[in-house]
């Protein structure tokens, strides 16, 4: 109903009368200000005069019903612990493909390699479930292809030069943007569901905690939406999903990286290795070329620029 409401709201250049709300929706004028309350209790300005109502302005969270066409999908939270864990349990009792989990704010938000992420308001953190149908070796190219989709989208959404860092990171001028967490759960050797969690740094400021670190707002000036963003985000990975082989996506993710041709250090639960970025292989792994001239394959890890180098 919310989103019928808010679309009736969208394409009338005027006030709506309750009679026509009334009218088009099918309910009583009565019913009609109850939900015109509830949506007003959830942030959004609307006018109610004699001659109707009027949306002035709606707010920047992604509700389900902003998303109509997947809003059964969408499952938006003001505060959770992460969206990996609300995310994990959905899928276990049998969340669908695409099922999106999102938060305005995370208290124990996770990163790679038990780092923290940090998730104060602004951001955008996103936990999607997906249940992909390719062989369990296959896999880690889903990450691949949810951080190339991102780029993307970033990059057609807000103009910022996003580029991916290997294995999922998106940096700007070298400065990371977001950051990708994945997890996965098989059984007798299928994949059972994916869960890609994806931060965003969107209108937060991450740089008291992460100086190292970017915000679109900050890139761009200016706010920008989440809610539009997310549905870019999801329109853009959805149409990979559905069109893709996975045969290309290792070479499409490599023409949006700013890895390769650097010397990187990567560091690991186990240990840290230096050297020159100078492939990843159909299997996601980085190739570093180490000083003394030899090949190493790289799982696992977290990249970074090797400045003393
Ligand atoms: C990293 O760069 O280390 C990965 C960060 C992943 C953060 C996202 S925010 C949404 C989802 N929920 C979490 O707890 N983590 C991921």
């Known amino acids: 109903m919310k989103s019928r409401i808010l679309k009736i709201f ?6 709506v009368s309750g ?4 009218a088009e929706l099918g309910i009583s004028r009565v019913s009609v200000w109850k939900h015109i309350q509830k949506l007003q209790e959830c942030g959004y300005d609307i006018d109610a005069g004699a001659k109707g109502y009027w949306l002035r302005n709606a707010p920047d969270i992604p509700y389900s019903w902003e998303f109509p066409d997947r809003e059964n999908r969408i499952h938006y939270f003001p505060e959770v612990s992460s969206t990996m864990d609300i995310a994990r349990d959905m899928a276990r009792r049998g969340a669908p493909h695409l099922t999106v989990v999102t ?48 780029c993307r989208t970033l990059r057609r959404e807000t103009g910022v030069s996003a580029a991916v860092k290997w294995p999922n990171d998106i940096l700007v001028n070298g400065k990371k943007l977001s950051g990708m967490l994945s997890e996965m759960e098989a059984e007798a050797g299928m994949v059972s569901f994916i869960t890609v969690g994806i931060g965003i740094n969107v209108n937060n400021d991450p740089t008291f905690l992460e100086p190292a670190a970017c915000s679109l ?46 010397q990187v250090r990567v560091v690991s ?4 290795s230096s050297g020159c970025a100078v492939d990843v292989d159909p299997g996601g792994a980085l190739i570093l070329k180490l000083s003394d001239g030899s090949l190493k394959k790289i799982l696992y890890g977290d990249c970074m620029n090797d400045e003393k180098a």
């Open 10 to 15: 969208r394409s009338a250049k005027d006030v």
């Open 19 to 22: 009679e026509t709300l009334s």
């Open 103 to 150: 938060a305005g704010r995370q208290t124990c938000g996770r990163g790679r390699l038990r780092r923290v992420w940090h998730s104060d308001d602004g951001g955008l953190y996103i936990t999607v479930i997906l249940r992909p149908d390719i062989p369990l070796q296959w896999c880690f190219r889903v990450n691949f292809a949810a951080s190339l989709t991102l």
């Open 217 to 262: 707002k900050q890139l761009t000036g200016t706010s920008v939406s989440r809610k539009a963003l997310l549905a870019a985000y999801l329109n853009e990975l959805e149409d990979y999903l559905r069109h893709a082989d996975f045969e290309s996506t290792i070479d499409d993710w490599k023409t949006l990286n700013c890895t390769l041709g650097k």
């Open 269 to 272: 639960m186990q240990e840290t």
